[in-house]
T-cell receptor, first 114, second 118 residues
Framework: QKEVEQDPGPLSVPEGAIVSLNCTYS??????FMWYRQYSRKGPELLMYTYSSGNKEDGRFTAQVDKSSKYISLFIRDSQPSDSATYLC??????????????FGTGTQLKVEL | GAVVSQHPSRVICKSGTSVKIECRSL??????MFWYRQFPKQSLMLMATSNEGSKATYEQGVEKDKFLINHASLTLSTLTVTSAHPEDSSFYICSARSRTSGGAGEQYFGPGTRLTVT
């Protein structure tokens, strides 16, 4: 079993739809949770991060973490064609001083259609 | 914002030659840099973690003699693929964590380098 599971998609939605992207994980030590957006042939771009359980909102994006269920979500409201990309969840445990490597999901490919 | 650059963006080399990829943090000091490899439609695979001034820590299964990593300064890390073979063809991405990163330890990614070995 992978430490982080993410549905690879592809997920296709019409413009203006609400998109829900999810990851589950098995390592209870994870405390920091991130969402990255990656356009084709580009490096990932950090969208949001949250610490422990709870919600965080930034414009059209909302990140949710439910540590009891080991489940994280990213919601995109009023989706736009420019949101078409691969979305990667990533997470890590407490700062160990050893570099704090991230564990990534496989990424969900999203396409927002006109 | 934190900007990380990579050079070159694309490189084609012949089998048996070595290729060096540079990763630079442009507007911050990177105490830690990470090197990833990404195959088409797959997630990032961490190859190694390097802290400035010390030897890189390689992930299990990554050959340290083949993928030489140097983190000589707080703004520059290099990855050298030695004696490259076609199976080394991939998208290589670096990321950097700044000295002042918050609790999440945000990593900022470079744009990636597409390596093709013929």
């Amino acid at each position: 079993q992978k430490e982080v599971e993410q549905d690879p998609g592809p997920l296709s939605v019409p413009e203006g739809a609400i998109v829900s992207l999810n990851c589950t994980y098995s390592n209870s030590a994870f405390q920091y949770f991130m969402w990255y957006r990656q356009y084709s042939r580009k490096g990932p771009e950090l969208l949001m991060y949250t610490y422990s359980s709870g919600n965080k909102e930034d414009g059209r994006f909302t990140a949710q973490v439910d540590k009891s269920s080991k489940y994280i979500s990213l919601f995109i409201r009023d989706s736009q064609p420019s949101d078409s990309a691969t979305y990667l969840c990533a997470m890590r445990g407490r700062d160990t001083g050893g570099g704090n490597k991230l564990t990534f999901g496989t990424g969900t490919q999203l396409k927002v259609e006109l | 914002g934190a900007v990380v650059s990579q050079h070159p963006s694309r490189v084609i080399c012949k089998s048996g030659t070595s290729v060096k990829i540079e990763c630079r943090s442009l507007d911050f000091q990177a105490t830690t840099m990470f090197w990833y490899r990404q195959f088409p439609k797959q997630s990032l695979m961490l190859m190694a973690t390097s802290n400035e001034g010390s030897k890189a820590t390689y992930e299990q299964g990554v050959e340290k003699d083949k993928f030489l990593i140097n983190h000589a300064s707080l703004t520059l890390s290099t990855l050298t693929v030695t004696s490259a073979h076609p199976e080394d063809s991939s998208f290589y991405i670096c990321s950097a964590r700044s000295r002042t990163s918050g609790g999440a330890g945000e990593q900022y990614f470079g744009p990636g380098t597409r390596l093709t070995v013929t």
